[in-house]
């Protein structure tokens, strides 16, 4: 039998190879992020809580909204399912850990200090980033405080590490799947996993070519995205959102694999359409690449653009559709129960349908005219974002957790924090559908007193949703610390798939010698 | 707080607040949920397909839940039900995939209707040039001769909680845009420093000024009527401080209106040489220096560290009024310091600097008057 974990501490954590423990520290790592993320938020909504300005500065408002974006998209959400994909996509295809362990360690200890200094800014001379997470041009080139190269350098660091990280899965499915685990055999959460670093490896150098025109503007003389030097502050936008929308679905679609997993274990029945499953997965990336101008609707572009962006927006809907349909389906004449892990995939179901909607009426470009940078979309990406890729986040973490530690938690605890977050969430974010079609616009540090009823209910609804996250945390200690010992390999009745087939707790090395699917 | 939320719990129960209720005059928008319909043909366009949507949705919604709900209470294990195992049926899912796009192919017909008259921009009556500023909008009657600029006109002290928030909190401007009823009326949008966007619900109007481009939108109503809106496109600290009002007026009080201000402009032309004292430039400069220079260099005159220099003690500030001027004419060059030369009239540049050079300890003494500045422009 191979090596266990190395018995200090130090080189245990930062020189580990082992998919397991990265996957630990990407995942420690991205709720750390998280709490920071949500602590911005919290400044937010306690500002926004009634008109005028009470706490802090608009200057200071301003920071915090980039900072809750970048730090939620990039250091929570992100991280988050790269963790997730080391600790279960070996496991699920039967290989003894990732393709390349060594480029794993770097690609996670890249981010701790890209964010330690995206993060420091706040405290330099000029604030942090204050042209929001979108960064548009020219407010983050010529009228950007100095600090803005801290966070041109802190993009790069995430982008390497997010692309050593997808080549890393890419990698690993290819050559290190189990004799007969085929394509068509991997888990969908695997599938979903792979589309998605094709898309991360596709559109993150757009990114860092985004930003690399950003420093040449700023630093050398350049007018990329300056008009008055025969540039076009417009460039950037169709750079970032050429990124951009990928990236919202590079976001989604390891959570839609998530849920895929855990509906059919709580239904005990397979799921509905497996590989209209994955063709409509490979769809929606496809699509990703030519739709997103539908974030530009008001920049002015020709009616031939719009009407092209409209339509192939529109599209989208038809292979969401299917997923939809697909999960419900395979509930349908299951023998269902409604543990933690599958509480929150139900209540993913049915939020980012509702988001799905939303985002449907933002597709048709005339009524966009009315919400575009309105609270409606705020609302809207929160219920794909937060409802979508956190909700099946925390999904995925009461799912494996007892076959991570060997420690079943507390159902009771997992279930009153459902119950909290879920209904905090809604009092959070469907009141900002209402304050965006009155007209309230997004990154308002304050606003007229006509929409001070429905954002002191939205802040309620927000401190609510922060504190059932310390419950998430407090549970997920417990469990690890004090939770009840199991050794079922099975771990849930309907668990179907490799990951299930070894020990509980996982071993240190697993799948030494490939399993064999038939 | 108890009094408001009451009041809001007992608005969600009348039917009035129903999320398909309708529009919601400008002036009563205090329980406004759903998008306002508006008073043009662009806006009305835009809520009936938002409406469309919206029923589109809720029903699809009720299939779909519905179906969900009765599966989550009908197959439960609880109940004694063991699991079926099919999974996959072709009819069904070519039905599936079909079904949601026939619907889409519906819904595209009147959303191309729609937009194809938010982009009927040809032959206007009139043509108003529209800038984005940080942060207040400046409208120019083309071919009128008439140009000024909106700017915030609630206090900083009721931004800050020293003073009550009035009825109109950070819905009223300095100088409204005036526009004529049953003309059509195009803006010409284009912003001066980073990009704004200028919003009027009401019109369905919402149209990026982008430096350096121009964007067309255009707006025709019988209603006159005040209507305010918003900037829309992140612009820096004070995003949430440059609203839109837009005044539609019967078409003769509106030409009436045009006159006085043609008059204006002539008049303010003739009295630019006037001399004015120490102390009506102090009291003018004041005015101005809130409006347009606190933002920044905050009312102290103290600046923030790091991202805008302070005024108070600045060699600029203390050495020769020509420099003094000339960073105000000119702006500073890859800062956000911008040139205010087409924002502020003479008058107004000759108070704030005469006001930045005798207020907070600063005691140059000298006095800057209007024409100085006007032979400054001329001189380059």
Same mark, same amino acid.
């Given at each position: 039998m191979a090596h266990g974990p190395s018995q200090n501490f130090f080189s245990r954590w930062l020189f580990s190879t082992n998919h397991k423990d990265i996957g630990? $520290?990407?995942?420690?790592?991205?709720?750390?992020? @998280?709490? $920071?993320?949500?602590?911005?938020?919290?400044?937010?909504?306690?500002?926004? @809580?009634?008109?005028?300005?009470?706490?802090?500065?608009? +200057?200071? @408002?301003?920071?915090?909204?980039?900072?809750?974006? $970048?730090?939620?998209?990039?250091?929570?959400?992100?991280?988050?399912?790269?963790?997730l994909a080391n600790w279960m996509i070996?496991?699920?295809?039967?290989?003894?850990?990732?393709?390349?362990?060594?480029?794993?360690? $770097?690609?996670?200890?890249?981010?701790?200090?890209?964010?330690t200094m995206l993060t420091a800014t706040l405290f330099m001379e000029g604030g942090g980033p204050n042209f929001g997470w979108t960064f548009y041009a020219p407010l983050s080139t010529t009228y950007a405080p100095d600090t803005v190269n801290y966070f041109i350098f802190g993009v790069h660091m995430m982008g390497a590490s997010s692309i050593m990280g997808s080549i890393n899965i890419i990698a690993t499915v290819m050559n290190m799947r189990a004799p007969g685990m085929t394509y068509m055999k991997m888990p969908l959460f695997v599938w979903t996993w792979v589309i998605t670093a094709f898309l991360l490896v596709a559109v993150m150098p757009v990114l860092a070519g985004a930003v690399t025109m950003m420093l040449m503007d700023i630093n050398f003389g350049t007018s990329f995205f300056d008009a008055a030097g025969g540039g076009d502050p417009v460039l950037f936008q169709h750079v970032f959102w050429f990124f951009g929308h990928p990236e919202v679905y590079i976001i989604i679609l390891p959570a839609f694999g998530v849920v895929s997993q855990i509906i059919p274990t709580f239904s005990r029945k397979p799921l509905f359409g497996y590989s209209s499953m994955v063709y409509a997965t490979a769809s929606i990336a496809f699509l990703s690449f030519i739709v997103w101008a539908h974030h530009m609707f008001?920049?002015?572009?020709?009616?031939?653009? +719009?009407?092209?962006?409209?339509?192939?927006?529109?599209?989208?809907?038809?292979?969401?559709?299917?997923?939809?349909?697909?999960?419900?389906?395979?509930?349908?004449?299951?023998?269902l129960t409604f543990e933690t892990p599958m509480l929150f995939s139900i209540a993913f179901v049915i939020l980012f349908t509702f988001g799905g909607f939303t985002g449907m009426m933002l597709s048709i470009a005339a009524a966009d005219t009315q919400y575009h940078d309105t609270y409606f979309v705020v609302a809207h990406f929160h219920y794909v974002m937060v409802a979508g890729a956190v909700f099946s986040g925390t999904a995925a973490v009461y799912y494996w957790l007892p076959k991570w530690c060997g420690r079943m938690y507390d159902e009771t605890m997992g279930k009153v924090q459902f119950w909290i977050a879920f209904i905090a969430f809604n009092i959070t974010f469907m009141p900002q559908h209402f304050l965006g079609l009155a007209g309230m616009p997004r990154r308002y540090s304050d606003y007229g007193l006509q929409f001070a009823d429905w954002n002191m209910v939205s802040s309620i609804g927000a401190f609510l949703y922060g504190g059932a996250q310390l419950l998430f945390l407090y549970n997920v200690i417990r469990t690890i610390g004090w939770g009840k010992p199991i050794d079922d390999p099975q771990v849930w009745e309907g668990a179907v798939g490799l990951e299930w087939t070894v020990p509980t707790p996982a071993p240190f090395h697993t799948f030494s010698t490939p399993p064999v699917v038939k | 707080m108890m009094k408001r939320a009451k009041a809001l719990f007992l608005g969600l129960l009348s039917p009035s607040s129903l999320l398909l209720a309708g529009s919601v005059s400008a002036e009563s928008a205090t329980r406004q949920l759903n998008m306002p319909r508006g008073v043009t043909e662009v806006s009305q366009a835009a809520y009936d397909i938002h409406m469309i949507m919206i029923w589109i949705c809720t029903v699809i919604g009720v299939l779909v839940f519905g179906f969900m709900f009765y599966v989550m209470y009908a197959h439960r294990k609880s109940r004694g039900v063991t699991a079926a195992n099919f999974h996959e049926n072709l009819v069904v899912e070519i039905l599936w995939t079909i079904i949601p796009a026939l619907i889409l192919i519906v819904m595209a017909v009147p959303a191309t209707t729609a937009l194809l008259k938010v982009y009927d921009t040809g032959n206007p009556d009139i043509d108003i040039k529209v800038t984005g500023y940080q942060w207040k909008w400046q409208y120019e009657?083309?071919?009128?001769?008439?140009?000024?600029?909106?700017?915030?006109? !609630?206090?900083?002290?009721?931004?800050?909680?020293?003073?009550?928030?009035?009825?109109?909190?950070?819905?009223?401007? !300095?100088?409204?845009? #005036?526009?004529?009823?049953?003309?059509?009326?195009?803006?010409?949008? !284009?912003?001066?420093?980073?990009?704004?966007?200028?919003?009027?619900?009401?019109?369905?109007?919402?149209?990026?000024? #982008?430096?350096?481009?121009?964007?067309?939108?255009?707006?025709? !109503?019988?209603?006159?009527?005040?209507?305010?809106?918003e900037c829309t496109e992140l612009c820096g600290l004070g995003h949430a401080f440059m609203p839109v009002v837009v005044e539609v007026k019967e078409e003769a009080e509106y030409e009436e209106w045009l006159a006085g201000k043609k008059e204006e402009a002539a008049l303010y032309a003739s009295t630019i040489g006037k001399q004015w004292t120490f102390d009506e430039l102090m009291v003018k400069g004041e005015e101005v220096y809130g409006r347009s220079c606190a933002g920044c260099h905050q009312a102290n005159g103290e600046g923030i560290a790091g991202v805008f220099p302070a005024l108070k003690d600045s060699p600029i500030a203390l050495g020769p009024a020509e420099g003094h001027i000339g960073i105000l004419i000119e702006g500073v060059a890859g800062s956000s310091m911008q040139s205010f030369a087409e924002q502020l009239s003479e008058v107004e540049i000759a108070a704030?600097?005469?006001?930045?050079? =005798?207020?907070?300890? =600063?005691?140059?003494?000298?006095?800057?008057?209007?024409?100085?500045?006007?032979?400054?422009?001329?001189?380059q």
């Amino acid at each position: 039998m191979a090596h266990g974990p190395s018995q200090n501490f130090f080189s245990r954590w930062l020189f580990s190879t082992n998919h397991k423990d990265i996957g630990t $520290l990407y995942l420690w790592f991205s709720f750390a992020m @998280f709490l $920071l993320g949500g602590f911005f938020a919290m400044v937010i909504r306690a500002e926004l @809580f009634q008109p005028g300005m009470q706490l802090i500065k608009p +200057e200071f @408002f301003v920071q915090m909204t980039t900072m809750h974006g $970048l730090v939620m998209v990039f250091g929570a959400i992100m991280p988050a399912f790269v963790g997730l994909a080391n600790w279960m996509i070996p496991m699920m295809i039967g290989a003894p850990d990732m393709a390349l362990p060594r480029m794993n360690n $770097l690609s996670f200890w890249i981010l701790p200090f890209a964010f330690t200094m995206l993060t420091a800014t706040l405290f330099m001379e000029g604030g942090g980033p204050n042209f929001g997470w979108t960064f548009y041009a020219p407010l983050s080139t010529t009228y950007a405080p100095d600090t803005v190269n801290y966070f041109i350098f802190g993009v790069h660091m995430m982008g390497a590490s997010s692309i050593m990280g997808s080549i890393n899965i890419i990698a690993t499915v290819m050559n290190m799947r189990a004799p007969g685990m085929t394509y068509m055999k991997m888990p969908l959460f695997v599938w979903t996993w792979v589309i998605t670093a094709f898309l991360l490896v596709a559109v993150m150098p757009v990114l860092a070519g985004a930003v690399t025109m950003m420093l040449m503007d700023i630093n050398f003389g350049t007018s990329f995205f300056d008009a008055a030097g025969g540039g076009d502050p417009v460039l950037f936008q169709h750079v970032f959102w050429f990124f951009g929308h990928p990236e919202v679905y590079i976001i989604i679609l390891p959570a839609f694999g998530v849920v895929s997993q855990i509906i059919p274990t709580f239904s005990r029945k397979p799921l509905f359409g497996y590989s209209s499953m994955v063709y409509a997965t490979a769809s929606i990336a496809f699509l990703s690449f030519i739709v997103w101008a539908h974030h530009m609707f008001t920049v002015g572009m020709p009616i031939a653009g +719009e009407l092209y962006f409209m339509y192939a927006t529109m599209l989208i809907a038809v292979p969401t559709g299917v997923k939809v349909f697909n999960w419900i389906t395979t509930m349908y004449k299951g023998a269902l129960t409604f543990e933690t892990p599958m509480l929150f995939s139900i209540a993913f179901v049915i939020l980012f349908t509702f988001g799905g909607f939303t985002g449907m009426m933002l597709s048709i470009a005339a009524a966009d005219t009315q919400y575009h940078d309105t609270y409606f979309v705020v609302a809207h990406f929160h219920y794909v974002m937060v409802a979508g890729a956190v909700f099946s986040g925390t999904a995925a973490v009461y799912y494996w957790l007892p076959k991570w530690c060997g420690r079943m938690y507390d159902e009771t605890m997992g279930k009153v924090q459902f119950w909290i977050a879920f209904i905090a969430f809604n009092i959070t974010f469907m009141p900002q559908h209402f304050l965006g079609l009155a007209g309230m616009p997004r990154r308002y540090s304050d606003y007229g007193l006509q929409f001070a009823d429905w954002n002191m209910v939205s802040s309620i609804g927000a401190f609510l949703y922060g504190g059932a996250q310390l419950l998430f945390l407090y549970n997920v200690i417990r469990t690890i610390g004090w939770g009840k010992p199991i050794d079922d390999p099975q771990v849930w009745e309907g668990a179907v798939g490799l990951e299930w087939t070894v020990p509980t707790p996982a071993p240190f090395h697993t799948f030494s010698t490939p399993p064999v699917v038939k | 707080m108890m009094k408001r939320a009451k009041a809001l719990f007992l608005g969600l129960l009348s039917p009035s607040s129903l999320l398909l209720a309708g529009s919601v005059s400008a002036e009563s928008a205090t329980r406004q949920l759903n998008m306002p319909r508006g008073v043009t043909e662009v806006s009305q366009a835009a809520y009936d397909i938002h409406m469309i949507m919206i029923w589109i949705c809720t029903v699809i919604g009720v299939l779909v839940f519905g179906f969900m709900f009765y599966v989550m209470y009908a197959h439960r294990k609880s109940r004694g039900v063991t699991a079926a195992n099919f999974h996959e049926n072709l009819v069904v899912e070519i039905l599936w995939t079909i079904i949601p796009a026939l619907i889409l192919i519906v819904m595209a017909v009147p959303a191309t209707t729609a937009l194809l008259k938010v982009y009927d921009t040809g032959n206007p009556d009139i043509d108003i040039k529209v800038t984005g500023y940080q942060w207040k909008w400046q409208y120019e009657y083309i071919g009128e001769g008439v140009k000024f600029m909106s700017e915030l006109r !609630t206090s900083q002290d009721e931004i800050y909680g020293r003073a009550p928030k009035g009825e109109h909190y950070l819905r009223e401007v !300095t100088q409204p845009l #005036v526009i004529p009823t049953n003309k059509k009326v195009r803006f010409l949008i !284009t912003g001066n420093d980073v990009i704004h966007s200028w919003w009027v619900p009401d019109f369905g109007v919402k149209r990026d000024a #982008v430096p350096g481009l121009f964007t067309a939108a255009w707006a025709k !109503t019988d209603q006159p009527g005040t209507y305010v809106g918003e900037c829309t496109e992140l612009c820096g600290l004070g995003h949430a401080f440059m609203p839109v009002v837009v005044e539609v007026k019967e078409e003769a009080e509106y030409e009436e209106w045009l006159a006085g201000k043609k008059e204006e402009a002539a008049l303010y032309a003739s009295t630019i040489g006037k001399q004015w004292t120490f102390d009506e430039l102090m009291v003018k400069g004041e005015e101005v220096y809130g409006r347009s220079c606190a933002g920044c260099h905050q009312a102290n005159g103290e600046g923030i560290a790091g991202v805008f220099p302070a005024l108070k003690d600045s060699p600029i500030a203390l050495g020769p009024a020509e420099g003094h001027i000339g960073i105000l004419i000119e702006g500073v060059a890859g800062s956000s310091m911008q040139s205010f030369a087409e924002q502020l009239s003479e008058v107004e540049i000759a108070a704030v600097v005469h006001y930045e050079r =005798n207020a907070w300890g =600063n005691d140059v003494g000298d006095i800057v008057q209007p024409i100085d500045v006007l032979n400054f422009k001329q001189s380059q």
